[in-house]
């Protein structure tokens, strides 16, 4: 009852600290979100809004308990709690593909206040496939192409579809119990693969998908008509047979998929500068500084993929924007009648 008591008067407290306000001063959002890694992506989002009239601030719900995680924010928006100068910035997860199936499912999508990544997470975005070329670049300052990343998720999204439809039917129908993210995760891992030859992996993946499947199959043997509905409904949210990377587990997608190929990649890149300046160096001494410069410039694979703001060209994080946008002309709209 305390918590809530004080997040009522925090809501409270940002509206009328701009109230205060004199007409020329800058009008204070404060933007809530999970964790600190998560500052950065809101960051990015919110920074377009910002001019001589108002501003953002993004932090976490509360500074005293160190509080972080998706419900802690959401606890922020709960009836009184809602207010036109505080919003909440979160992971869609699979609130976004539940579509009100439950109750966290519903404040999530249905609160204007309230804005999600439309992927599963901020690490999905940051796994953009199109951007990561550029991020094996700023890695290794080599900008030779020796991987296709997009080719290569549209086809593992493409083999993880149709179990990918499964999970989904799984968590809104309340049988998460009997397939759950843990077994989702568990066959979609791609396990060892080439980075010159990926298809036998991919081959693999699919020979692991199609067994799950028909298992599901069997155990769920008169929910066809469930899972071709289910199957419609999250094409037409945006969710494609290519692009389902995107709307996988964030973590499992960043830890098991893609940095395990960032590393490959970037090994081989690092290992194809260092050969060339040891073969046009002109003596020893030369090969030796050109040598320590270039490792001295290379940098951590994860912190670059967590600061890759590649994104930014996705479909899913010009939604958020547009949902921004319509955010903020609606509560200039009230303030104006």
Not at 56 to 76: A, D
Not at 297 to 326: A, C, H, W
Request: hydrophobic share 35%; glycine share 4%.
């Amino acid at each position: 009852m305390a918590s809530k008591l004080k997040d009522q008067l925090n809501s409270r407290y940002f509206q009328a600290a701009n109230q205060l306000k004199s007409k020329k001063a800058r009008r204070r959002i404060v933007a809530y979100v999970e964790s600190y890694d998560d500052i950065y992506f809101w960051r990015t989002v919110l920074s377009r809004f910002e001019d001589d009239k108002r501003y953002f601030e993004v932090m976490l719900p509360s500074h005293q308990k160190l509080q972080r995680g998706k419900k802690s924010v959401l606890m922020n928006f709960v009836g009184e709690n809602v207010g036109p100068d505080m919003i909440a910035c979160v992971d869609a997860d699979y609130d976004y593909m539940l579509q009100g199936a439950t109750a966290q499912s519903q404040r999530v999508l249905n609160s204007g206040y309230v804005f999600h990544t439309y992927a599963y997470s901020i690490e999905n975005m940051q796994c953009f496939a199109q951007s990561l070329h550029e991020v094996c670049v700023s890695v290794t300052l080599n900008d030779h192409r020796i991987f296709d990343f997009y080719d290569y998720l549209t086809q593992y999204s493409e083999a993880i579809f149709p179990l990918f439809v499964w999970s989904v039917w799984a968590y809104r129908t309340g049988n998460y119990n009997r397939f759950t993210m843990t077994d989702f995760a568990r066959v979609i891992d791609p396990g060892k693969f080439n980075v010159l030859d990926p298809q036998p992996s991919l081959d693999h993946l699919r020979s692991k998908v199609g067994r799950k499947v028909k298992q599901l199959q069997s155990v769920f043997p008169g929910v066809k008509t469930e899972y071709l509905d289910t199957k419609a409904s999250i094409k037409a949210l945006g969710v494609t047979p290519q692009t389902t990377y995107l709307y996988i587990q964030g973590h499992h997608l960043f830890d098991n998929v893609i940095v395990p190929i960032l590393n490959k990649v970037c090994n081989r890149l690092r290992m194809e500068r260092q050969e060339e300046i040891y073969h046009t160096a002109v003596h020893h001494e030369q090969r030796r500084n050109e040598m320590s410069c270039y490792e001295h410039s290379l940098q951590d694979i994860r912190q670059m993929l967590k600061k890759n703001t590649g994104y930014m060209m996705s479909p899913q994080f010009q939604r958020i924007q547009q949902d921004v946008e319509l955010y903020l002309e609606s509560e200039q709209a009230t303030t104006v009648s």
